[in-house]
């Protein structure tokens, strides 16, 4: 019998590894990954609203990973923005260096542009064969907030969200790409304070609950370029075999996100996997119209492990480039928030201390940089490859 394999990664609790069954990814069953119809939340009626909101609560609970068709945004909005996104990543790489991260210090290098290679969220597989284009929420391109009452933002809030003045040069990036990036982004803030809403129902709290959480709201987007992997020739391979090359190449690392829920546009390409309970990796494959929603680590932790943050990564093996935009969705930073009564079953006891979302995202950036470090150390590694954590998901 082969030896079980298993995958690491990092986690809010530190390194993890989960066992991983022995067979090749496979496509998801809709009853793995559903696609469910949103449709109700647009209706006046709560009863239609309360049953969707417990199709959602179903599968949070189950595979922290759905799809959902007509959210009300056209296609369009998202194909124009695509096209845009690749032109400006085809593109040669001095034309894209100025809106590079490195130089946009006042945004701590959130902000902008990471070339090719340059990421590697998950140190136990390659380097991430993407590029990427990422920004962080910024108020002067919400809806909910008027240009005249951007003076008036509180100034706890104020701390931790970026106003235009200060924030990334959009001046560096041709209006071509802007444009339609930045109205596909107002199109989401919308959608995703009314999910929050639906969202909020499936939690057992009222519809508007946790409204005022989301008022200045952590809603940052990556823009993803996935050129094709190419598969190492025979040469490159035992040239490797000591290295890096041992490695499992991946366009974007096995992975959790770190705050409430993601909402993804992938293009028509394919190689998003989700890993299931067993240990068998998943196959989310593009489905025309809808957006993938995945919950992330802060959920799980106020839900009191009951909403999962699900393992996923992309491998683009298509050999065609890949697009995808990930919308990230939490609280504001300068929110803070417990496991939620409304969750807990009688007598079940609270998992999880109250902790700010600020501090939550630094947590796990520095769980991030601790993995990388202690992969150095070899007892470290021997210990994680027998350690099977069935608590964290
Ligand atoms: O490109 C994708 O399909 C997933 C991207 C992703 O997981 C992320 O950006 O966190
Ligand atoms: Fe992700």
């Not at 309360?50 to 296609?75: D, E």
């Not at 945004?107 to 390659?126: A, D, F």
């Not at 496991?339 to 998992?351: D, I, M, N, Q, T």
């Amino acid at each position: 019998m082969s030896p079980p394999e298993y995958l690491h990664l990092a986690s809010p609790l530190g390194p993890i590894s989960r066992p991983l069954l022995p067979h090749p990814p496979r496509d998801a069953l809709p009853s793995e990954i559903p696609i469910i119809d949103l449709a109700p939340l647009f209706s006046t009626d709560v009863s239609l609203r309360r049953q969707l909101a417990s199709l959602i609560r179903q599968a949070a609970t189950t595979s922290g990973f759905l799809y959902i068709s007509n959210h009300g945004i056209p296609l369009s909005l998202f194909q124009t923005a695509q096209n845009a996104s690749l032109n400006w990543f085809r593109s040669p790489l001095a034309a894209k260096e100025p809106a590079n991260t490195s130089n946009s210090l006042k945004n701590k290098g959130v902000v902008g542009y990471r070339p090719r290679q340059t990421q590697h969220i998950n140190p136990w597989e390659s380097v991430d064969i993407r590029e990427s284009f990422s920004w962080r929420y910024d108020p002067a391109y919400d809806p909910l907030h008027s240009p005249s009452s951007l003076g008036d933002i509180p100034a706890h809030v104020k701390k931790y969200v970026e106003h235009d003045s200060d924030g990334f040069p959009w001046s560096v990036m041709p209006k071509g790409f802007s444009q339609p990036v930045i109205q596909l982004y107002q199109a989401i803030l919308s959608l995703g304070r009314q999910l929050a809403r639906l969202f909020a129902l499936a939690l057992g709290l009222g519809e508007q609950d946790l409204d005022e959480k989301f008022t200045w709201p952590d809603a940052g987007l990556a823009v993803n370029y996935y050129p094709p992997i190419t598969l190492p020739s025979q040469e490159q391979q035992q040239h490797d075999a000591e290295g890096e090359g041992q490695k499992p190449k991946v366009s974007i690392g096995s992975h959790t996100d770190f705050q409430l829920f993601t909402l993804l546009y992938q293009d028509n390409v394919g190689g998003l996997q989700v890993l299931d309970t067993d240990g068998q990796w998943l196959n989310a494959k593009p489905a025309e119209g809808t957006l993938v929603v995945n919950f992330g680590d802060y959920m799980q932790r106020i839900t009191n492990g009951k909403w999962m943050s699900t393992v996923h990564r992309v491998v683009n093996n298509s050999g065609k480039e890949r697009l995808s935009m990930a919308f990230f969705w939490g609280f504001g930073l300068h929110e803070s928030c417990g496991v939620l009564e409304s969750v807990l079953e009688e007598g079940e006891e609270k998992k999880y201390g109250e902790i700010g979302c600020w501090e939550w995202v630094q947590r796990r950036i520095e769980m991030m940089r601790e993995v990388k470090s202690g992969l150095e150390d070899s007892t470290r590694v021997a210990y994680l490859g027998s350690m099977n954590n069935a608590d964290y998901r």
